[in-house]
């Protein structure tokens, strides 16, 4: 017997955004979606400007939501962010809620983290199934809520590659010696702390990707000049895939001290290139990045500066360190999110 199509509205909003890592995730899944598509699903994205793909606009969502989901009837709607809005999902409708991950909980206290609970309890209550990207994210989830019997997916994230054929040059840094970070700069990114490694050597650059009109970057700056190293500290801004893949290959190291991650797509692009890659020992990171990285337990100069000398000494006194970073990224496959979230698709 023929199995019916489903109806699949995807919310890929956070798109519009490629500098952040939820409109990566946005972005690199809808790809791989429309091409691991079978007949099963048929797939619809809330937040897409592509002619070439199926998208629908809220004034259709909210007809539809008054119809009682009469125009588009949709099956399963998939909300791909803990801070998606489900206004315009249909009661008879199915739920998919992915969660990258619970930073409010660092972030807020009193009210305002009590309401974050309450919001994101609601969602949860909402959702036929719930998905983490990550084993730390399910940790949390499972910590904080009650799930009412629902079981805690995880499924994820890929492994973000780059067109290796674009010729490109970053003029004032093809010459230095730099370790390389990206991320929105805020405090939860944890960037000063790497500021301490340019005292102990003094011909380490270091160059952070990403938006930077907040005030924390303004203070990273503000304490690279009275440490006397702001000459050799670049806060470049956002920076578009092609620079972005150059700063990957030519970067001496890589290093991110974050204190909140769900998963950490950066760090994954950085062991594909075989890079030493410096971590926290926080949140998702060891378990993303296993063996093949060097972790800090705590952000004291003197402490991160032997764990950087030592980290780099075994990296390069280990001829099989690199390829098991490398291999280390492969685990992680755009492909294979997709085929579980289709999968999950179909069987609600």
Not at 247 to 263: D, Q, V
Request: proline content about 3%; overall charge positive; some cysteine.
């Amino acid at each position: 017997m023929r199995k019916l199509v489903k109806n699949v509205v995807v919310d890929i909003r956070k798109i519009q955004n490629l500098n952040s890592g939820l409109g990566q995730f946005c972005f690199h899944l809808k790809e791989t979606l429309l091409k691991s598509n079978s007949s099963e699903s048929s797939l619809s994205f809330w937040g897409s400007e592509n002619e070439n793909v199926n998208s629908v606009s809220n004034s259709l969502l909210f007809l539809n939501k008054v119809f009682n989901n009469k125009i588009l009837k949709i099956d399963v709607w998939h909300a791909i962010h803990q801070e998606a809005n489900l206004f315009f999902v249909p009661k008879s409708c199915r739920v998919i809620l992915t969660v990258h991950d619970l930073n409010f909980l660092q972030k807020y206290s009193g009210w305002k983290l009590k309401h974050h609970l309450y919001s994101m309890g609601k969602k949860i209550e909402r959702a036929d199934v719930v998905v983490a990207i990550s084993n730390f994210t399910k940790q949390e989830i499972e910590k904080h809520f009650k799930l009412g019997g629902k079981s805690v997916e995880v499924i994820y994230n890929g492994l973000n590659k780059y067109n290796d054929n674009t010729p490109l040059d970053i003029p004032f840094l093809s010459d230095k010696k730099f370790m390389f970070s990206i991320g929105i700069v805020q405090p939860k990114k944890n960037f000063h702390v790497l500021l301490g490694l340019l005292l102990e050597n003094k011909d380490l650059h270091l160059v952070i990707a990403g938006d930077k009109s907040s005030r924390y970057a303004d203070e990273i700056a503000e304490k690279a000049e009275k440490m006397k190293v702001g000459n050799r500290l670049h806060l470049l801004g956002k920076v578009n895939d092609a620079q972005k893949h150059w700063l990957y290959k030519n970067c001496h190291s890589f290093a991110f001290p974050s204190l909140a991650e769900g998963f950490g797509m950066p760090v994954v692009e950085a062991l594909s290139l075989g890079k030493p890659v410096f971590l926290s020992n926080r949140c998702s990171l060891p378990e993303i990045a296993g063996d093949s990285a060097f972790y800090w337990d705590d952000f004291e100069p003197n402490s991160m500066n032997f764990v950087f000398n030592r980290g780099l000494e075994k990296f390069y006194s280990d001829s099989s360190f690199k390829e098991r970073a490398m291999l280390q990224s492969r685990r992680f496959s755009w492909k294979e999110a997709a085929k579980k979230y289709l999968k999950l698709y179909e069987e609600l």
